[in-house]
């Protein structure tokens, strides 16, 4: 065998052994008993995902092949979520580049059955520290807020420590400081580089008594979670997707819940009806409910027309402050 022919094998194997390979996942979301719900699979550790392949039409084909095989559930309303590609993704000895690029994908609730291969889980099992609904949770600050507070002062560096503490502060809300609904992904972020999440212990020397209580996920799956719940929380705030995951008529009490749900915090009653009303984001059914545990209630339906009338901002649905 000629040197030639030895080195276009070994080009050959270099570029075999660097291959990049492409997951698709889905981050599929329903609001179920006025619990925001996330479809999983295997241990309720695992979202639907698969490798992109030559057969797949589009990214979005394959994803949504993946889903219905893994869990029996049709696809509705799908966007692009984020495509992770850090290194210390590539699998354990080996020259491969893993690609994840994940998807938002948003039922509703009479289609969220799925079947026995998966299950719907709160996404507050994964994230207790983000439900606001019924005031600060008490592991913020019974479990969180020292254990980061012992990260922060670990260091011997005092500007060091100061940061920390501060991005913590900022990140959580402590010290009085505002709590933004939106920041999930960076408060996930802080907790792993922390250490307080089962995720991070490879490679650290993490005792399970330091850990927050919370469900892991497998490989970087809560991070996607974490990802997806700030797109929705900043979405649902200018435009009106939270009717993706709204039956085909509800009363204006059964929407107020589903935002609250999603947000993780409450919202004044009279201002969230005001701004529904100003908008002309739904529209009288004729009917009424009598689910309400008291006087029948109204029965609405989503305007589908304000979404050619109005401009992007003027379907504002924003989170009101309680």
Same mark, same amino acid.
């Given at each position: 065998?000629?040197?030639? /022919?030895?080195?276009?094998?070994?080009?050959?194997?270099?570029?075999?052994?660097?291959?990049v390979t492409v997951d698709l996942i889905a981050f599929v979301v329903a609001v179920n008993d006025n619990e925001p719900c996330v479809l999983t699979i295997g241990q309720a550790d695992t979202l639907p995902s698969g490798p992109f392949a030559l057969e797949h039409r589009s990214l979005q084909s394959g994803l949504r092949g993946w889903v219905e095989q893994q869990t029996g559930h049709p696809l509705g309303y799908i966007e692009q979520l984020y495509t992770f590609a850090d290194r210390d993704r590539i699998g354990s000895g080996r020259r491969q580049r893993a690609i994840s690029i994940s998807y938002l994908a948003l039922t509703r609730k009479e289609q969220a059955s799925g079947s026995p291969k998966c299950g719907w889980r709160s996404w507050y099992e994964y994230f207790p520290w983000e439900d606001h609904r019924s005031g600060t949770p008490p592991m913020l600050l019974d479990v969180l807020r020292p254990r980061l507070i012992e990260w922060a002062n670990s260091v011997g560096d =005092?500007?060091?420590?100061?940061?920390?503490?501060?991005? =913590?502060?900022? =990140? !959580?809300? !402590?010290?009085?400081?505002?709590?933004?609904?939106?920041l999930t992904l960076q408060r996930y972020e802080l907790v792993y580089e922390a250490g307080l999440v089962q995720e991070a212990g490879s490679g650290r020397d993490t005792t399970r008594a330091s850990l927050v209580p919370s469900k892991p996920m497998v490989a970087d799956h809560r991070r996607i979670v974490a990802t997806g719940i700030a797109r929705l929380r900043s979405k649902i705030k200018y435009r009106p997707v939270v009717f993706e995951l709204m039956p085909q008529s509800f009363t204006l009490l059964q929407l107020q819940r589903t935002v609250e749900a999603l947000a993780g915090r409450l919202i004044?009653?009279?201002? !969230?009806?005001?701004?529904?009303?100003?908008?002309?984001?739904?529209?009288?059914?004729?009917? /009424?409910?009598?689910? /309400?545990?008291?006087?029948?209630?109204?029965?609405?339906? !989503?305007?589908? =027309?304000?979404?050619?009338?109005?401009?992007?901002?003027?379907?504002?649905?924003?989170?009101?402050?309680?």
């Open positions: 065998m000629d040197k030639q /022919t030895k080195g276009t094998r070994k080009d050959r194997a270099a570029v075999k052994a660097d291959e =005092a500007a060091m420590r100061r940061e920390r503490r501060q991005r =913590a502060a900022m =990140a !959580f809300g !402590f010290d009085d400081r505002h709590w933004n609904e939106e004044n009653k009279p201002n !969230f009806r005001r701004l529904i009303e100003q908008q002309e984001l739904v529209e009288e059914t004729g009917e /009424t409910s009598v689910d /309400t545990g008291g006087r029948p209630a109204r029965l609405y339906r !989503f305007r589908h =027309a304000v979404l050619d009338e109005t401009p992007i901002v003027g379907t504002k649905l924003p989170v009101a402050r309680g």
